[in-house]
């Protein structure tokens, strides 16, 4: 079992940065893949980017690949995501997930509450 709790988004203007953490509890978090998946107002859920569980190997979608980036430290039983250059298409609630760590969000098993981050043009 893991438990995931969001932070760090916020309103930014276009062109901006944000850093989204993911802080996990339980003891399966250094075994687990994580994601981060959003859902825009009306709109399905994307798969943003995933992380191995030991970060080796990560994954993005294809609307954000270059401009995010994912991390982790299992130290700290966090996951991160370095967002840049954002557009007003990336205003999204944004979920970090436990699971398989591929780009499927019906693949992941743990949810965060999620963070609302929001760019304005």
């Known amino acids: 079992q893991v438990q995931l709790v969001e932070s760090g988004g916020g309103l930014v203007q276009a062109g901006g940065s944000l850093r989204l953490s993911c802080a996990a509890s339980?003891?399966?978090?250094?075994?687990?893949?994580i994601g981060w998946i959003r859902q825009a107002p009306g709109k399905e859920r994307e798969f943003v980017a995933a992380?191995?569980?030991?970060?080796?190997?990560?994954a993005y979608g294809d609307s954000v690949k270059g401009r995010f980036t994912i991390a982790r430290d299992n130290a700290k039983n966090t996951v991160y995501l370095q967002m840049n250059s954002l557009k007003p298409e990336d205003t999204a609630v944004y979920y970090c997930?436990?699971?398989?760590?591929?780009?499927?969000?019906?693949?992941?098993?743990?949810w965060g509450q999620g963070t609302q981050v929001t760019v304005s043009s």
């Open positions: 997930a436990g699971g398989s760590g591929d780009r499927n969000p019906e693949h992941y098993a743990y």
């Open positions: 339980g003891r399966t978090f250094s075994s687990v893949a």
């Open positions: 992380v191995s569980h030991n970060g080796i190997y990560t």
